[in-house]
């Protein structure tokens, strides 16, 4: 049984956005840190730290939860997504973030990352969710300046889309 | 908004969690899917020495319906129970689960964490009480089942003993004949809530429990909704709840909405009954 002890920094290694990464961090570490400071992958942001504004949110294992509210330690082993792997190549933008982007989901984008890894998730899972499931996802996350009207704008126009006839895909396709 | 320094043991084996709680005690907390307690490491309103994370212990996975109860192993995540479960025979565990917290919350956190932490206002804790509900503790000595209106002893306090774990939560079946809700009202979905309301009504009695007032879940019996009687009762229950003015609501309005959500929660469930 793995006991790692409060004074020492110990190896944690997971798959960040489909690739193999690892780095050292003492038990308290809170993954949001080790991604953006052992890592450098600073897209997933630091809000509240007590699992309230979901500006952290990160996928787990597929599913989006509190970077904040998660040890280092605790994501050995597991998959990790972050905002860095929503676009399909360089230059290229996610139909879920092309959304954002039409209809001004965001102005600081302070919040951005965390809802996008949200929303990803929800219309990956369940392309035909209704304006209310959309909303009952959002309720996760804190938005102080652009408003949610845009925000759903662009999540009920990314759902369309990704429903469409043609089927442009998965949102990171 | 860092937590304090402690030490993590990975637990493979129950056996292994309780030998940490039975040499550590009180100074080891388990930590399953830490939505409750990330927030008071971070904010250091607990400083435990050492965590043991139990969620790769495959015996606590477990979410089986047995002996007319809804079993929920240490390791079952919210998110599971919210997929797995049948409306139809956990009617009230449905509903107030999908009140818990948030999506991106109810992906982490456990069932037995959040009955563990006992936050007066939470809704797993009601559900438990509002059904007559057990907690299955474990030490490395011994086993035992309490059942879940003595289980909360107050304020985020519990019967639980340090060397103790919680292994399973059981919420009793839907009874025929019965019907059941939930209502809660809260600033905004997934807030914590400002009164929480579960009701159990079949033909000739209706039990009412009230989780957000008194300093932990509390159930009363009540006569049924057609009776005059049941304002007078209401009254009384919302009084004894020793309501609290706080930031989010006063004393007052919370024994009102102990009358109102509490009677329009009864008549549901009176509709309810099948």
């Known amino acids: 049984m793995p006991r790692l002890t409060s004074d020492r920094r110990h190896r944690v290694a997971f798959k960040l956005n489909g690739r193999p990464a690892e780095g050292l961090a003492e038990p308290r570490m809170l993954l949001t840190d080790f991604l953006r400071h052992v890592l450098g992958a600073t ?9 309230v504004c979901g500006a952290c949110t990160i996928q787990i294992d597929g599913l989006p939860a509190r970077a904040c509210l998660t040890l280092a330690v605790q994501a050995d082993g597991a998959e990790i997504r972050t905002v860095e792997g929503l676009a399909p190549a360089p230059g290229r933008l996610s139909i879920l973030q092309e959304s954002f982007r039409t209809h001004h989901g965001l102005q600081c984008g302070f919040c951005t990352a965390g809802i996008l890894m949200s ?9 035909d969710a209704s304006e209310e499931d959309i909303r009952h996802q959002l309720s996760g996350h804190l938005c102080r300046c652009t408003g949610y009207g845009p925000i759903m704008k662009a999540a009920l126009e990314a759902a369309r889309r990704l429903r469409g006839p043609a089927g442009e895909g998965a949102p990171h396709a | 908004m860092k937590p304090a320094p402690f030490d993590y043991v990975r637990a493979e084996t129950l056996d292994e969690a309780l030998d940490v709680l039975a040499r550590e005690g009180g100074d080891a907390r388990i930590l399953a899917g830490g939505q409750s307690l990330l927030p008071m490491l971070n904010m250091r309103l607990a400083r435990p020495a050492t965590l043991v994370d139990v969620m790769r212990i495959t015996a606590l996975r477990r979410l089986d319906a047995r002996d007319g109860m809804l079993v929920a192993g240490a390791a079952i995540r919210q998110v599971e129970a919210e997929r797995q479960v049948d409306p139809r ?19 982490r956190g456990t069932l037995c964490g959040s009955v563990a932490h006992a936050d007066p206002s939470a809704e797993l804790p009601l559900t438990l009480v509002a059904l007559g509900g057990e907690i299955r503790l474990r030490s490395k000595r011994a086993s035992r089942s309490v059942p879940a209106e003595r289980f909360f002893s107050g304020m985020m306090v519990t019967e639980r003993r340090d060397d103790e774990m919680i292994e399973a939560v059981a919420f009793p079946a839907a009874r025929p004949g019965t019907g059941y809700a939930f209502r809660e009202i809260g600033r905004r979905h997934g807030d914590f809530a ?44 919302a009084w004894s709840l020793d309501a609290r003015d706080d930031l989010h609501a006063s004393a007052r309005y919370r024994r009102e909405l102990v009358r109102r959500l509490g009677r329009s929660t009864i008549e549901e469930a009176a509709r309810c009954r099948v």
């Open chain 1, 43 to 51: 897209g997933t942001h630091v809000g509240c730290e007590h699992g």
């Open chain 1, 119 to 127: 929303l990803d998730e929800l219309l990956t899972r369940r392309p």
């Open chain 2, 89 to 107: 025979t956990q009617p009230l565990l449905a509903a107030a689960l999908a009140a818990v917290g948030h999506a991106q919350t109810r992906n």
């Open chain 2, 194 to 237: 400002i009164v929480a309301c579960a009701a159990v009504v079949d033909r000739t009695a209706a039990r009412l429990a009230i989780g957000g007032v008194a300093d932990r879940p509390t159930a009363r019996d009540l006569p049924l909704p057609d009776s005059s009687a049941l304002d007078d009762a209401l009254d009384s229950f």
